[in-house]
């Protein structure tokens, strides 16, 4: 089987079951010739089971206007708000501090990720995830010990 030629590679981050052709999807796939009809479709069936997270696509547009996509893991930030319980992270996450990650939260966030992290093993994970939580303004409680 002959490959296809790549055109572009896109990576827009959506509202899992909530993808319509507006900015930024619309104008992000349409300069490429890509259906974005087809497109919202596709994503919105693939992600309606993960309803009200924000899910990572990466799209690869061919040479013919075709394409393929891939969904990954909700960003560590978002896992991190849920987990927490926040609505958002600290505008100064030094001063202010906005919730407290326990080893068992830190490790399981870092598990549920850890296929679309660049770490080898779960502690490596798990630092790549503390660090995203300590610049949101959240003390992670392996740290203070």
């Known amino acids: 089987m002959a490959r296809k030629r790549v055109t572009a590679v896109i990576k827009l981050q959506i509202q899992a079951g909530k993808a319509t052709p507006a900015p930024p999807i619309g104008p992000a796939l349409g300069q490429h010739g890509v259906n974005i009809m087809a497109f919202?479709?596709?994503?919105?069936?693939?992600?309606?089971?993960?309803?009200?997270?924000?899910?990572?696509?990466?799209?690869?547009?061919?040479?013919?206007?075709?394409?393929?996509?891939?969904?990954?893991?909700?960003?560590?930030?978002?896992?991190?708000?849920?987990?927490?319980?926040?609505?958002?992270?600290?505008?100064?996450?030094?001063?202010?501090?906005?919730g407290i990650l326990t080893r068992e939260q830190l490790y399981d966030v870092a598990r549920s990720k850890m296929k679309?992290?660049?770490?080898?093993?779960?502690?490596?994970?798990a630092a790549i995830v503390a660090g995203t939580a300590r610049s949101m303004g959240v003390d992670v409680e392996s740290e203070q010990q």
């Open 40 to 98: 919202c479709k596709e994503y919105n069936e693939r992600t309606s089971s993960r309803e009200g997270f924000i899910i990572p696509a990466e799209i690869t547009v061919y040479h013919d206007r075709s394409y393929t996509f891939i969904i990954k893991q909700p960003p560590v930030s978002d896992l991190l708000r849920r987990t927490l319980g926040i609505d958002k992270g600290s505008g100064a996450p030094r001063r202010e501090k906005v």
């Open 116 to 125: 679309d992290l660049n770490a080898r093993d779960i502690d490596s994970a």
